[in-house]
Structure formats: structure tokens, C-alpha cells
């Protein structure tokens, strides 16, 4: 696996974007709104599935060793324990899988940019639901449903995901129209 210079700095500027994104926020109950999922789905649509992951990984790893870039200006190993810990896990998968949508694509377009961003948000809810309903009942020992996990860290943000799945294949359609981007096996 060899990465080239712009390879590099395109792997930080996505994580570091990643970061900026944590702190736009709109507290709304456990989980926050944040636009660290257009800089993640950018990610994946931009650099491809591997290096898509490997910006959103640097991300996790730089917050978990202390520095504070995860929503709330929080980071440390602490943040395991956190229930939105599992998002940030499903960063990684989900900018994989987009990045693999979008390099398997013959065209790619505003649709196929959708279809990729939504496929790529509904991994990551599959790995963060799970882990917040995880986290909340036997960490934090709130006494918790599972469909209460799913409204709290799932539904109410459907609408919003649903603006932010749109920004990331309208930007991703202009800019790979205008670059003809071809990835890097």
C-alpha cells in the first residue's frame, strides 16, 4: 500500500475537516447534529473507499489519544465508554463503503453519489445505534429500549441526513465532473 504526498495531505485535510465538523454542532439530546458526516461521505467520494477510511481513522485515533476534536471538544480514551463512540467507528466503515460505491461506478453522477452517501450512512447507524444502546444500558445504567435507541440516535435525524446526503453528491458530482477523478487501485 503505497500513498503519494497528495495522497497524504488529502487523507489529513479530510480528517482535520472531520474535526471542524464535530464543533459545528446543534446539541439535540445524546447526539448532537454535527456535519462531520458530509467531511466523512466527501471523504469516501473523494479519496476512495481506502483512503476515505484511512482520513476518518486518523480522526478517531488522534481524538482517542486526547486531542479534542470529537463533538463537545471532547477526545481521550474515555470516549470508548461514550454512546456516540460507535458513529465515529462507523465513520471509517461508512466512508469505506462509499468510497467503494463510487469507484466501482462506471459513471458517477448526483444519483450514484446519493445512493453511495445514503449507503453510507445507514453503516454508520448500524454500528452507532447498537453501541449507544449498548453504552447507555450497561455502562451508564439508564434503563433504555431498544427503540428508544433508535428514535434518540436514528430517526430524528433522518430529515437532516437526508439535506446532508444531497450537499455531499451535489459537491462530489461537481468536482469529480470537473476532474475526472480515477482512483487508485
Known amino acids: 500500500m503505497k500513498i503519494n504526498t497528495k495522497q497524504i495531505i488529502l487523507v489529513s485535510l479530510f480528517a482535520a475537516l472531520t474535526a471542524v465538523g464535530a464543533f459545528i454542532q446543534i446539541p439535540l439530546g445524546t447526539v448532537p447534529i454535527t456535519l462531520q458526516f458530509i467531511f466523512t461521505a466527501l471523504s469516501g467520494v473523494m479519496l476512495?473507499?481506502?483512503l476515505g477510511a484511512i482520513s476518518q481513522l486518523i480522526y478517531v485515533v488522534i481524538g482517542f489519544f486526547g486531542?479534542?476534536?470529537?463533538?463537545?471538544?471532547?477526545?481521550?480514551?474515555?470516549v470508548i465508554f461514550k454512546p456516540t463512540f460507535g458513529y465515529l467507528i462507523g465513520f471509517i466503515i461508512g466512508a469505506y463503503v462509499i468510497g467503494k460505491i463510487v469507484e466501482g461506478s462506471r459513471r458517477v453522477n448526483f444519483y450514484r453519489l446519493f445512493i453511495a452517501s445514503i449507503a453510507g450512512i445507514i453503516v454508520i447507524y448500524a454500528v452507532g445505534v447498537p453501541y449507544l444502546y449498548l453504552i447507555v444500558r450497561n455502562f451508564v445504567g439508564k434503563d433504555i429500549t431498544l427503540m428508544t435507541a433508535l428514535k434518540t440516535g436514528f430517526l430524528i435525524f433522518i430529515p437532516g441526513d437526508l439535506i446532508k446526503c444531497t450537499i455531499v453528491a451535489a459537491l462530489g458530482a461537481r468536482v469529480l465532473g470537473a476532474r475526472q477523478i480515477r482512483y487508485r487501485k
Request: charged fraction near 5%; glycine fraction near 46%.
Open 48 to 50: 476512495g473507499g481506502r
Open 67 to 78: 486531542v479534542p476534536v470529537f463533538a463537545g471538544g471532547t477526545g481521550g480514551p474515555g
